[in-house]
């Protein structure tokens, strides 16, 4: 996929600090050497991108779809894409089976182009009864199942990519269809009437080739490296052979990356989960798919609550979990699920038993840097070139 501008620009700003530092500096422009890079800048450099999950949040202004414009603001100075936190999902965009909500996500595309922000899209099918609208769940597929099934699933993939078209690039087609306890594939009401969990997510990336044959088609799961993962990455790894074997056009794995700290000593951590975890991305990389970093966060887990030491073993974690897989240079675009602890998911799902608050982001609640930002740079300035 070509640069866009943002990329481009990001790119000639961080060459310009590069520039700047060496000899020559002096011909360099003062505001670029003075310039921090963004994030999306490192990346660039490497041929990697930046970006982060965002809202839609009533009280937002100017078509701003977050409400707190200083978050806006720090998402789009950066970041090189965006996807929408929520609201391609089934239960924001289909409030009954007959029609579609698009405002919000529409709200979400038109800011990120204003700000020459790529847009991922997340995602056709969350296999999940406990993700499907409640309409969806209860369906009456009628005398004809099969057909009904099919021209639900399809109607709703089709709908969604010819209305983007070339404006999304890439898209989750098909989210956490794998069991975690036991690897097996969930079944909802659309595989029982299709005949099975396979047929259904074969036919949802066979819509979205048809229908957006230039975009990439990504499956996309939590199967993370920390200890209990081993039966859902194998029951993913099941899953992406099966893909291979007949024929469904599935570009990548979206590697979600909710990382949970395993306590203080990071390094330890890391040296007991690293063969598995590189074993599952050579055979991921084997079958021939491409890589993301979809959703990255950390749940501070058997951290002590001081934030000095919290923040560091947040990041040393974040580091290393960041150098290992993006020594695979399959791996193209590394996303945040938000960038500030203002605006994270964890909080509300998981509290820490001891009461202080998380902090699974970059940047704080205030939207200062923390450790994790300088982490995340780190490891992208030190990544192999693309
Ligand atoms: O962060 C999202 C949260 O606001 C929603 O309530 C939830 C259900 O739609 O989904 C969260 O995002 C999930 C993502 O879509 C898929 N991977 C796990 C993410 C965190 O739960």
Redesign the pocket.
Same mark, same amino acid.
């Given at each position: 996929m070509p640069p866009s501008r943002r990329e481009l620009l990001a790119g000639a700003v961080a060459t310009a600090a590069v520039t700047a530092a060496a000899p020559l500096a002096a011909a360099a422009p003062l505001a670029a050497a003075a310039a921090p890079a963004s994030l999306q800048g490192i990346a660039a450099r490497r041929g990697l991108r930046f970006g982060t999950?965002v809202?839609w949040q009533a009280g937002g202004r100017d078509g701003v779809p977050v409400a707190d414009p200083a978050y806006a603001r720090l998402i789009a100075a950066q970041c090189g894409l965006i996807v929408a936190? /929520?609201e391609m999902?089934w &239960?924001h965009l289909r409030p009954t089976p007959t029609t579609f909500a698009f405002a919000h996500f529409d709200a979400i595309m038109a800011w990120a182009e204003r700000e020459h922000l790529a847009v991922r899209g997340? /995602?056709l099918l969350?296999h999940q009864p406990k993700?499907f609208p409640r309409w969806l769940n209860d369906y009456d597929f009628g005398a004809q199942p099969h057909a009904a099934a099919e021209a639900l699933l399809t109607t709703h993939i089709r709908t969604v990519l010819d209305r983007y078209g070339r404006r999304i690039a890439s898209y989750d087609v098909v989210?956490?269809a794998v069991r975690p306890e036991d690897g097996k594939l969930y079944d909802t009401s659309l595989s029982k009437a299709l005949g099975g969990p396979e047929a259904t997510l074969d036919l949802a990336f066979h819509t979205a080739r048809s229908a957006a044959p230039q975009a990439q088609l990504v499956y996309?799961d939590?199967m993370s490296w920390e200890p209990g993962n081993a039966a859902h990455r194998d029951g993913v790894l099941r899953l992406l052979e099966g893909f291979r074997r007949r024929g469904v056009p599935v570009d990548a794995l979206g590697v &979600?990356s909710?990382l949970v700290t395993q306590g203080i000593d990071t390094g330890a951590a890391v040296a007991r989960l690293e063969g598995d975890w590189r074993r599952f991305l050579d055979a991921v990389t084997a079958m021939g798919y491409g890589l993301l970093i979809?959703?990255l966060d950390v749940r501070d887990n058997h951290l002590p609550a001081a934030i000095p030491s919290r923040d560091r073993a947040v990041a040393d974690f974040t580091r290393a979990y960041l150098d290992i897989t993006l020594s695979y240079p399959k791996l193209r675009d590394v996303l945040c699920?938000?960038l500030s602890d203002a605006h994270?998911?964890?909080e509300?799902?998981e509290p820490r038993p001891d009461g202080v608050k998380r902090r699974p982001t970059p940047y704080d609640v205030a939207l200062h840097p923390k450790p994790m930002r300088a982490a995340i740079a780190a490891a992208l300035a030190a990544a192999p070139m693309r």
């Open positions: 999950a809202p936190e /929520n999902k &239960q997340h /995602n969350w993700w989210n956490e996309n939590y &979600q909710h979809t959703e699920w938000g994270s998911w964890i509300g799902f």
